[in-house]
């Protein structure tokens, strides 16, 4: 079993930084590509960024892209997301996730372990 805990979650301003992590415990995760997703309330869950087992290939989406960083060490079991120039807009529940798989993908049905979440709430 694989357990993903996020942390690095917050309040912060409108404009403000926050860098997400997320611990893998149970198994390793170099072989496996990760992901972010964020759920806020009364939306469904939806993607964030990705990246491949390696690290070498990453994916955004649109709504972020250019604000957040997606990265990895696979020594530390670890992902992060670096998140810049927040937006009320991005106050939601992140949540990584594992996919069976090296190669990263934009769906939630592809992952086959999730973390608890953890909130992100950004002010006006």
């Known amino acids: 079993q694989v357990q993903l805990v996020e942390s690095g979650g917050g309040l912060v301003q409108a404009g403000g930084s926050l860098r997400l992590s997320c611990a893998a415990s149970?198994?390793?995760?170099?072989?496996?590509?990760m992901g972010w997703f964020r759920q806020a309330p009364g939306k469904e869950r939806e993607f964030v960024s990705t990246?491949?087992?390696?690290?070498?290939?990453?994916y955004y989406a649109d709504s972020v892209k250019g604000r957040f960083t997606i990265s990895r060490d696979n020594a530390k079991n670890t992902i992060y997301l670096q998140m810049n120039s927040l937006k009320p807009e991005d106050t939601a529940v992140y949540y990584c996730?594992?996919?069976?798989?090296?190669?990263?993908?934009?769906?939630?049905?592809?992952?086959?372990?999730w973390g608890q979440g953890t909130q992100v709430t950004v002010s006006s």
């Open positions: 996730a594992l996919r069976l798989s090296g190669v990263y993908a934009a769906t939630a049905p592809a992952y086959a372990y």
């Open positions: 990246i491949s087992w390696s690290g070498s290939s990453t």
């Open positions: 149970g198994r390793t995760i170099s072989s496996y590509a």
